[in-house]
């Protein structure tokens, strides 16, 4: 073999892989049954719009960090963490069923919106359900309720404060960076921790999968701002360009747009021709990179490799 | 002196009483203090929305409940419940700010509501923000965490109920007392309850404070449902009539409502000319004597005292 060709992966390799990722797939559906059986409300609006929210799927990128986080710290057993990866998951889907009413967004993972179908008072509600329901998760797990509450606060704050950017029309670098680390790194960062801890890793440990998942929200969101300026609804399967905020804070964290009487349009033709689009991917590769050394003193294992495939894939994706 | 004439309360036993009720005082003054200093938010609206809700006070029944329970059951330090009895009144002012965005309510405790000052978006964001205060201060608290997680459900579940029972014009008596039994008793349950586990109390006893919380919050919010239809605004320090279906409820719970172009103005003239204004108080005082009789065993406390004063209070109220 020419030392120019990549070497193949060993057999035994590649079989390790494939074992290890039906057990986490395997881990994934147990998260997702966990989530449907717990809005088993007798109040009928509150199962059903919870169900068709969670059942619409989405990319379940933070519970699948979890289960990798304690994966690559020595956990065996996906199903003993699925009440904590769902707890993570229904977290931010609550905060999406309350985003889409104060952003009037009416399509969600290629789906009417909860507030499109059932309107805004049972939206709000459902959305406060499925707090509550976070919070019966992760309550048996005394350890792990203050992460989860601090990440929960940190979105909350998060999403006022962009809503108070908009608000006030002050959004700069260093509030846009300052909302994305609250409104998602946070969450990212508890998945990587609450992982790490449910396999009694070390305090070490956790901090470096809190870091690594940290690294990874705020990649994910600067991608994300990225395709709600460029992608579509069809595309995206939710409703885009809804806050201007977001591309404004995107494009004004790495260039100036000048003043228009349609800002989106006009925020719109700057990333689409200048070169926000191409700094904030570059942006984006290098937290992903900076949170791949983070975990690079963990033993080489299958869920090692899973989470350094997890990392790039967030930039590297169209939807 | 004549058998007739009461007895008057020995010195002792006032000076007792007396004593205690300082102590209590200061302990709703930690609960207060608590409040505050957990909403100390660096997101400004968040903190001053939240003070503004906190600070304008409410009866505080709930956390006075816990507090007195605490106590019946030998609780000595009032202070190492404040966070206890704070996230169960943050609780109540988490659901309080969002059912204003759903009711349009303009006023309360005397003042502007949330919404009405900083529009439904921060109102929604800060009742979120709220709710996750709520999980911070009962996080450390291990074994109480499903307690206060099932009162939460229970109170999304009976405001859902409401709605849905408005919504589809059903409200007969069976469904009143199915949501307000969600709605309201169940978190006067859980304050019950988690008092006496405060004063590690033993299980009969958590269940009995449990259940005379119960019956307290069912006659608590029947009185609330009479006052919204009979009271003012001035009377009562928040916007009244909005909900129709409680004065429907409450007046169908008790008698027949003839239909009406104006549902409000029917129900109004209806409990104010009949009897369902003396029956519904009846009913409340009902439930009081049942709350009262099922702490007859505890040994004769201040705290004692001063639960059966409070349920006495639920029902003689006219704010």
Request: overall charge negative; charged content about 20%; glycine content about 8%.
């Amino acid at each position: 073999m020419s030392a120019l060709q990549t070497a193949p992966m060993p057999t035994a390799v590649r079989d390790r892989q494939a074992e290890f990722n039906a057990a986490l797939n395997g881990g994934i559906e147990a998260v997702e049954q966990r989530m449907m059986d717990v809005v088993d409300s007798e109040v009928s609006v509150l199962r059903d719009a919870s169900r068709h929210i969670i059942s619409a799927g989405g990319k379940r990128v933070r519970p699948r960090l979890l289960l990798l986080a304690y994966a690559a710290c020595g956990g065996k057993d996906f199903a003993s963490v699925a009440s904590i990866a769902g707890a993570v998951e229904l977290l931010h889907t609550a905060s999406v069923v309350h985003d889409d009413i104060n952003d009037h967004g009416v399509l969600r993972r290629g789906r009417p919106s909860v507030n499109a179908i059932w309107g805004r008072t049972f939206a709000l509600l459902t959305g406060d359900y499925l707090f509550t329901k976070v919070y019966e998760l992760i309550a048996p797990y005394a350890q792990m309720n203050p992460i989860l509450a601090e990440a929960t606060t940190a979105l909350v704050e998060g999403e006022t404060l962009q809503a108070a950017a908009v608000k006030d029309r002050q959004f700069t670098r260093e509030i846009y960076y300052r909302i994305i680390g609250l409104k998602t790194a946070a969450l990212f960062k508890a998945a990587g921790m609450l992982g790490a801890m449910a396999a009694s890793a070390s305090d070490d440990e956790v901090e470096a999968l809190g870091e690594f998942g940290f690294d990874i929200g705020l990649a994910f969101q600067i991608v994300d701002d990225v395709l709600d300026v460029v992608g579509t609804p069809e595309q995206l399967g939710k409703s885009t360009g809804l806050d201007i905020a977001q591309g404004r804070g995107f494009a004004v964290a790495h260039d100036d747009v000048p003043a228009s009487p349609d800002p989106m349009l006009s925020i719109r033709a700057h990333v689409l021709n200048g070169s926000a689009l191409e700094e904030a991917n570059r942006q984006a590769h290098r937290f992903v990179e900076t949170a791949i050394g983070r975990i690079a003193h963990l033993p080489e294992t299958p869920a090692k490799q899973e989470l350094i495939a997890l990392a790039r894939s967030v930039v590297d994706r169209t939807a």
